[in-house]
């Protein structure tokens, strides 16, 4: 399978938890996203990286919320002391390059969190 | 005023006819125009892109793109209940390559 991997699919954790996703991009593409998505609505960009540098963060990125790209390739992102509203899709995609047509964005199959 | 604007239906069609599925944008500066097909529980699936004023047909599907109107749509000839899903219109802005994504819209195609 070449296309975007996350880890874990699903995870029910209890408020207050740490929980820890993990993407794999596909193998060529330099460019990372973390997206989030709620039910009814689009996903919600989070944050991307260049190779390994991290480039944006939304403002919806809280303090509680932390991603890395140590080596360019994969992708982790943490979320401290769970609350019930990061209850959500979180959403991996990533793409060659960017800036201009043709960069088409991936999107990995998504990590359901569930915080009770 | 929301970046990506869509009406989030659902919108039902009986199965043979063409869907049409409409979005409008709030930044002149968008560049790049994507449509995704998102099936429940799942992740969203590009299913057109579109870059510049006209029409793009693929198979089924033709995007269409004013820049003027700031307005793209999509078309789905000859539904099929397997189309049934919600699409999501997608905005580029250039630079960062970042998506910004409209609600999307819920169709239903009716056997």
């Known amino acids: 399978d070449t296309g975007v991997s996350q880890d874990p699919r699903h995870k029910i954790t209890k408020r207050g938890q740490n929980v820890t996703f993990r993407c794999d991009p596909i193998?060529?593409?330099?460019?990372l996203y973390w997206y989030r998505q709620t039910l009814g609505q689009g996903p919600e960009f989070l944050t991307y990286f260049q190779n390994e540098a991290q480039l944006e963060k939304s403002r919806l990125l809280s303090d509680r919320f932390s991603a890395e790209r140590p080596k360019g390739s994969f992708s982790t992102l943490e979320i401290q002391r769970t609350e019930q509203g990061d209850s959500a899709m979180y959403l991996c995609?990533?793409?060659?390059?960017?800036?201009?047509?043709?960069?088409?964005?991936?999107f990995g199959e998504g990590s359901w969190l569930t915080v009770v | 005023q929301k970046e990506v604007e869509q009406n989030s239906g659902p919108l039902s069609v009986p199965e043979g006819a063409i869907a049409s599925l409409n979005c409008t944008y709030s930044d002149r500066g968008s560049q790049s125009f994507f449509w995704y097909r998102q099936y429940s529980g799942k992740s969203p699936e590009l299913i057109m892109s579109?870059?510049?004023?006209g029409d793009k047909e693929d198979g089924r599907f033709t995007a269409q793109l004013n820049k003027a109107s700031q307005y793209v749509s999509l078309l789905i000839r000859d539904s099929q209940p397997s189309d049934s899903a919600t699409y999501l219109c997608?905005?580029?802005?250039?630079?960062?390559?970042?998506?910004?994504f409209g609600t999307g819209t819920l169709l239903a195609v009716q056997p």
């Open positions: 997608a905005v580029n802005r250039g630079a960062t390559n970042k998506l910004i």
């Open positions: 193998s060529e593409h330099n460019r």
């Open positions: 995609a990533s793409s060659h390059g960017g800036g201009s047509s043709g960069n088409t964005i991936y």
């Open positions: 579109i870059y510049s004023n």
